[in-house]
Every structure is written in C-alpha cells, then in structure tokens.
C-alpha cells in the first residue's frame, strides 16, 4: 500500500519560514493536499492540487510537489500557525494520509 | 455556508455495529460535483480515511476496513451514513463528515469537515 512519511515534528521562530514535508514514492506524478488542525477543532484544507489555496486561507501558506517530496511553506509564521499538518495524496482510488507534523512555534 | 454534522451514539460494546448519520445542510448531497466522506482518528493519532460515497451509491472504501464497513445515502433526507460492524477498542476515535470534491484523477481533496463526533468502544 501506499505511503505518505511526515516528520513528527517542526519548530519555527515567529516570522521566520517553516517547512514542512511530505514523501511518498513517486508523489510529484500525483497531486498533493494539505490540512491544518488545531486542538479540539476538525481539520482545515490549506493547499490543494499541490499549489492551489481555498478562499480565506492567507497567502503565507504555499504548497510545492516535485520527485518523491511535497512541501508545505509557511512564510512569516506566526503563533496561531501552531497545529498539526496533514497532508493527503491518492493511491488508486484509496485516500491516503500521511502521519501528520506538528509544527511549533518558539 | 455547507454544514455537516455527525450524529450517533458515542459509547458502543465490542463486538456490535457502530452507526453514525452525516446530515448536510446549506447544499445538496446530491450534487454531481461532490463525493462524501468518512475519516476517522483516535485520541492523539492521525487521520484514516474511511470510506466515500457519490449521490448514487458509488462506493469506495479504505481497503483496511472494507470488509466491516457500510457507506449509504438517502438523498430526500440529505444524509449519509456509516456503519462499522464487529468493532473493538482500535475503534475508539473521533469520526468526521467531509465533502469530497470530485475531478477524479488524484485532483480531489475533503474542503468542508463536520466537527466530529467521538465514539468509544467499551464494555
């Protein structure tokens, strides 16, 4: 079956850029997506089709999918960025999730 | 503004079927352009997907769970459904709705979640 590794883990400084990956074999020859969830609250789609931003979702956040690695950027982080990243890619017709990062902010 | 809720029980026995509804409302589930969704994640865990369905009937289910899982519509009443037979422990979690969109080729990704609801499976 198909697999999607994360990093368990990310810190950042406020303003500074975090990134955050996501490997799979081959991921760059399918589409890539990314979620955002924080304590107690239901995930949050940030990136689709692996550079795409659904309306409301601010500009800091941009998505990149090449070779085997997608990367989630968050440019100028800031303390309410803290949360868990997942991202989310296809193996047939399976819904596949990676582990999910959480990302710190320090 | 599309709303999904999950409704069910939240405490159910080993062994027996857990049953949750998906009610969708501000949209129509029987729109062409969406698929809709089951994910799942246990206390401090990841997410899994479940399972989709389209308006039709259309199913697909996470390989893992196929063979315990149901997915179902009822369109006059805007709802979807789940039910997970024969369950244990590895159960427990917090079960989410999703809308699914539906390009088809690895395009597609969930854009609007219920708020989830947790089920624990206990004696």
């Known amino acids: 079956s198909y697999e999607l590794t994360q990093p368990p883990s990310v810190s950042v400084s406020p303003g500074q850029t975090a990134s955050i990956t996501c490997s799979g074999d081959k991921l760059g020859n399918r589409y890539a997506c990314w979620y955002q969830q924080k304590p107690g609250q239901s995930p949050v789609l940030i990136i689709y089709?692996?550079?795409k931003r659904p309306s409301g979702i601010p500009e800091r956040f941009s998505g990149s999918n090449s070779g085997n690695t997608a990367t989630l950027t968050i440019s100028g982080t800031q303390a309410m960025d803290e949360a868990v990243y997942y991202c989310?890619?296809?193996?047939?017709?399976?819904?596949?999730f990676g582990g999910g990062t959480k990302l710190t902010v320090l | 503004q599309l709303q999904l809720q999950e409704s069910g029980p939240g405490l159910v026995k080993p062994s027996e079927t857990l049953s949750l509804t998906c009610s969708v409302s501000?949209?129509?589930?029987?729109?062409?352009?969406?698929?809709w969704g089951w994910i799942r994640q246990p206390p401090g865990k990841g997410l899994e997907w479940i399972g989709s369905i389209y308006y039709i009937g259309s199913t697909y289910y996470n390989p893992s769970l196929k063979s315990r899982v149901t997915i179902s519509v009822d369109t006059s009443k805007n709802q979807f459904s789940l039910k997970l037979s024969s369950v244990t422990a590895a159960d427990t979690a917090v079960y989410y709705c999703?809308?699914?969109?539906?390009?088809?080729?690895?395009?597609?990704?969930?854009?609007?979640w219920g708020q989830g609801t947790l089920v624990t499976v206990s004696s």
């Open positions: 999703a809308r699914r969109s539906s390009f088809g080729g690895s395009k597609d990704y969930f854009d609007y």
């Open positions: 989310q890619a296809w193996d047939s017709t399976t819904v596949v």
């Open positions: 501000g949209g129509s589930i029987s729109s062409s352009s969406y698929y």
């Open positions: 089709q692996d550079t």
